[in-house]
């Protein structure tokens, strides 16, 4: 039983590319969400989604783009990647809705833009 | 907007000794609060859950209390050891929302 994997684990990119952040999992969790974690600032929430077809913005969105079509897949991309987006990003997934289920987070993606 | 404080200084204690590590919130009333642990390099690691009717909460070596008029949990480590040395994470809720919060964490290392 993998969990929540998370690819890749590391990446440096130059200001302007893009790129896409995978995360899957393999409990059928419906609810899944993706964080950056910065010193100081703790774990903040990008997007996440209740289901396949269902995504929502979290505190942080902006330059990040999500979608959901199968309950196992939740990527995260990066349009035009900025310096400030250096950061180290988790996916974390629940088997329940809003109902204090457990966040399952992968082991993080740790991303350098140059 | 609702808010997670919790104690940005490392924690250093003895091999032994009780550590008690502090989540105070503002501007709202959860349902529930989280804690996690978190290792240098990985992902954080659910560790328990407390109702806001329930007072406190034990899991082994860990207790969780829930004070929802001063709007505080505790997190206690008994007879801590030096593998309990960790970053922990408080975690709520946002009202209404499928949104967790996090807090900073708090560094806890226990020396042998």
């Known amino acids: 039983n993998a969990g929540v994997t998370q690819t890749p684990k590391f990446q440096v990119l130059k200001t302007g590319q893009s790129m896409t952040l995978q995360c899957a999992q393999d409990m059928n969790h419906e609810y899944m969400s993706w964080y950056r974690q910065d010193p100081g600032m703790g774990l903040r929430l990008i997007h996440y989604?209740?289901?396949?077809?269902?995504?929502d913005q979290g505190e942080v969105p902006n330059g990040y783009n999500v979608s959901r079509s199968t309950t196992e897949d939740f990527p995260l991309r990066l349009l035009s990647a900025a310096p400030s987006q250096t950061s180290v990003y988790f996916c974390?997934?629940?088997?329940?809705?809003?109902?204090?289920?457990?966040?399952?987070f992968g082991e993080g993606s740790r991303l350098t833009v140059l | 907007s609702q808010k997670i404080e919790q104690n940005s200084e490392a924690l250093n204690i003895q091999e032994g000794k009780t550590a008690t590590l502090t989540c105070n919130y503002t501007n709202y009333s959860p349902a529930y609060l989280q804690w996690y642990r978190q290792d240098p390099g990985r992902g954080p690691v659910f560790l328990l859950l407390?109702?806001?009717?329930?007072k406190e909460k034990r899991k082994e070596r860990l207790k969780v209390t829930f004070d929802t008029t001063l709007k505080q949990s505790l997190f206690h480590i008994t007879a801590s050891q030096p593998a309990d040395s960790a970053t922990y994470l408080c975690?709520?809720?946002?009202?209404?929302?499928?949104?967790?919060?996090f807090g900073t964490g708090t560094r806890l290392k226990v020396l042998a």
């Open positions: 989604s209740v289901g396949a077809g269902i995504t």
């Open positions: 975690a709520l809720p946002t009202s209404g929302t499928y949104k967790y919060i």
């Open positions: 974390a997934s629940s088997y329940r809705l809003a109902g204090s289920g457990e966040l399952f």
């Open positions: 407390i109702r806001e009717n329930e």
